[in-house]
């Protein structure tokens, strides 16, 4: 058996993952061992979360979250290089962008151990964002980059990355997707909300939510149209909004943070989407669903050259046109630029010839 160490960090990397160790389970050929940093601490992470969506369970947890970056990445890396000499793995894998990531890449390159890296080569071209930075310092440092789509791939090659180390998967994150798409359920409080009648929002990137002219402008912007819009209120979001001062419009319906399978539910039954961040961009296009993007850039250029995604930033005369001008083709969603649902298998197969 091949011993591998897989580093997550963050709910959504679970998720991803989940979906590759169980294609790599199915090939019987590896010892998968999960290491998870808690950077994200989530009170629903507990036994049921993870037998409810059929994810295995760490084997172990780090419980490293919270203080500033440098910090927080110092401090998992440290722990991390001494499981990885406990554990004498061959081969690593990381997932995305966040501190997880960057440290696991960074314990395994330090101490030889060859690095996969799933999501590899996405670029938002904005250094100013942390994910920006960990992403290029963990490709530059990864043996095999699995790149979700072709302009992925481009990227990688014009940062001079070796092309026998780019592979063209699609993206987990679909696989994910189509997994647990079936296990979507509602929320308890929205029991009254009719389907496809309401416009879901997510917020919590710091650079919408740290800054209050950008938070108060959003606001504005959801604010102006005559339609329900469903808000799981991040807590730092939360924190800002009464920090500033900000009013909530009436049209918005502040509810808690949903769970994964709630959260499913929301995309699939909403008219449309308006968020920003990153997995619900694509999420929104898994569940066919427009998505206003809240941002400036984004890493996920394909959804906006189809035209099912609009940026708007934090502008609120950007947001109100968007939503005022959300109808859309449906056969755009024809197209598949990431790939067919079945990037985990893939993966595995590739991991599986590596030596």
Same mark, same amino acid.
């Given at each position: ?137 963990? !490709? ?30 699609? !993206? ?37 939510? !740290? ?145």
């Amino acid at each position: 058996m091949r011993k591998i160490i897989t580093i997550v960090g963050a709910r959504p990397q679970l998720v991803k993952a989940a979906a590759l160790s169980r294609a790599l389970a199915a090939r019987a050929v590896f010892q998968e061992v999960i290491i998870h940093t808690g950077q994200h601490y989530d009170e629903n992470m507990s036994d049921i979360f993870f037998k409810q969506m059929h994810i295995p369970t760490p084997h172990y947890n780090l419980g490293i979250g919270g203080g500033s970056h440098g910090e927080m990445t110092g401090r998992q890396l440290e722990k991390i290089e001494a499981l990885i000499i406990k554990e004498k793995p061959e081969l690593m894998v990381v997932y995305g962008d966040t501190n997880s990531t960057l440290a696991g890449a960074l314990a395994a390159v330090k101490l030889q151990i060859p690095i996969a890296h799933v999501e590899a080569g996405l670029r938002s071209f904005n250094r100013k964002m942390p994910e920006e930075i960990n992403r290029i310092v963990t !490709d530059h440092i990864s043996d095999i980059l699995f790149a979700p789509t072709d302009k992925a791939r481009k990227n990688l090659e014009s940062e001079g990355r070796p092309q026998n180390s780019i592979h063209i998967v699609g !993206d987990v994150m679909y696989d994910a997707a189509i997994f647990y798409a079936k296990l979507s359920k509602m929320p308890e409080k929205l029991e009254g909300i009719s389907r496809d009648k309401f416009i879901l929002c997510t917020i919590h990137r710091a650079e919408n939510t !740290d800054d209050p002219s950008r938070l108060r402008s959003i606001f504005e912007g959801l604010g102006s149209i005559d339609a329900l819009v469903v808000l799981p209120l991040h807590p730092r979001t939360r924190k800002k909004l009464n920090e500033f001062g900000i009013p909530i419009p009436r049209n918005v319906y502040i509810m808690e943070p949903v769970g994964y399978l709630e959260m499913i539910w929301l995309e699939q039954n909403c008219k449309l989407i308006v968020t920003d961040s990153g997995g619900v961009q694509k999420e929104a296009y898994f569940h066919q669903k427009p998505c206003i993007t809240l941002r400036d850039e984004t890493e996920w250029t394909e959804l906006v050259d189809i035209g099912i995604n609009t940026l708007t930033g934090a502008s609120s005369e950007k947001i109100s046109k968007a939503l005022l001008n959300s109808n859309f083709d449906e056969d755009l969603f024809a197209q598949k630029p990431y790939g067919d649902g079945n990037s985990a298998t893939k993966i595995a197969a590739i991991l599986e010839e590596f030596r």
